[in-house]
């Protein structure tokens, strides 16, 4: 049995008391049922949580991460006509914070000096909260808050590498949001009937080195929601996959697997996202801004290419259709050694 086909209705442990992945852990399901008992391995613990909110005119991505020997809180911002991104945050070796939640509903906090981040995340949303004193020069503070219905399904899915490594990804989108971003005197706004929220919550064991893709896309139909989340080669000969459709928030798996394409000698051209051998995703992307950073922090460097813009094409998944016209979202090229 793959762990595409073992679908998880009930609460579990991700770990066994031997800190490797517990057998009855792996598989996928439409909510966020695992608790995150990560211990021991000092160094290969990874755990972070990623959001990313886009509006009609610009976007705001906070993060906050623990990797054993070291806490990072950062946040950017981007708007999309002038093509302008402002980052900044802070990083603190061996931390002792954030104490990240095992589960995707509860608290986290980390307070880098003058940089703060909150997270108050319950069933039915919560509240994030992020304040740094110079961003480029000028003040930045950060509320939103993320509303989830209860009957909203999301990605959720464990990715086994091996018994001793492995990782828990909870994929949740297009979430409904609202709040603003302060930088310096000018005010983003983002309100719910035109922003989207996307939420990656990561628990796991990794390996030295890994290299993978994650796209995420939203786009309103009318009276409908659509949403999707595609990855590739970290789950390649897994039996997993963390590929998916949202329609209203309903979520169905897509097991195929799925290939990114890309120009990797200038990544602002346009991408095709497919599945070999199958019609479940055909799906270009146009991009209007490749956000390319890399980090050397000694143990931790890692490299990306996040290339935000719009999306056309088709995705099928449990007998549904989504053809997507202009569906905003980014795809990704991400190498790590940590």
């Known amino acids: 049995m793959t762990a595409m086909e ?29 608790t995150c008992n990560l211990k021991g391995r000092f160094g290969r613990k990874k755990k972070w949580d990623y959001w990313c909110f886009m509006g009609e005119k610009q976007l705001f991505s906070v993060t906050v991460a623990h990797v054993d020997y070291i806490g990072l809180i950062g946040a950017y911002m981007l708007d999309y006509e002038s093509g302008h991104l402002a980052e900044c945050g802070a990083v ?37 909260l992020f304040t740094a004193p110079n961003c480029e020069g000028r003040p930045l503070t950060a509320e939103i808050e993320v509303s989830i219905p209860s009957v909203q399904e999301t990605l959720n899915v464990v990715v086994p590498w091996a018994n001793d490594t492995f990782q ?40 030295i080195s890994t290299r993978w893709n994650w796209a995420a896309l939203s786009e309103r139909q009318g009276e409908d929601t659509v949403g999707v989340n595609l ?68 143990l931790l460097r890692t490299g990306v290419h996040q290339c935000f813009g719009h999306f ?7 007998g549904h259709t989504a053809e997507l016209q202009h ?11 940590w």
Request: with cysteine; net charge negative; aromatic share 12%.
């Open 168 to 207: 828990h990804t909870s994929k949740q989108l297009p979430l409904a949001c609202e709040g603003e971003v302060r930088w310096g005197n000018d005010v983003w706004k983002f309100d719910r009937d035109s922003a989207f929220g996307v939420r990656d919550f990561g628990r796991g064991i990794w390996p």
């Open 92 to 128: 603190r070796p061996f931390p002792r914070t954030p104490q990240m939640p095992e589960t995707t509903f509860g608290t986290s906090a980390a307070h880098y000096g003058k940089t703060h981040y909150e997270q108050q995340f319950g069933e039915h949303g919560g509240t994030i």
């Open 231 to 298: 990855g590739g080669q970290w789950t390649d000969g897994t039996g997993a996959t963390e590929n998916g459709l949202m329609i209203n928030g309903k979520f169905f798996p897509i097991a195929d697997r799925v290939v990114f394409d890309c120009d990797k000698r200038d990544f602002s051209k346009p991408w095709r996202l497919h599945s070999p051998g199958s019609d479940a995703v055909d799906l270009e992307l146009v991009p209007f801004h490749d956000k390319h950073s890399r980090v050397n922090l000694g």
């Open 327 to 337: 569906a905003l979202g980014w795809a990704e090229e991400h190498w790590a050694r």
């Open 6 to 34: 073992h679908e998880i209705t009930g609460p579990v442990n991700l770990c066994a008391p031997d800190g490797t992945v517990a057998p009855e852990a792996i598989g996928w399901a439409k909510h966020p049922h695992w």
């Open 312 to 318: 056309c094409g088709t995705i099928r998944a449990g």
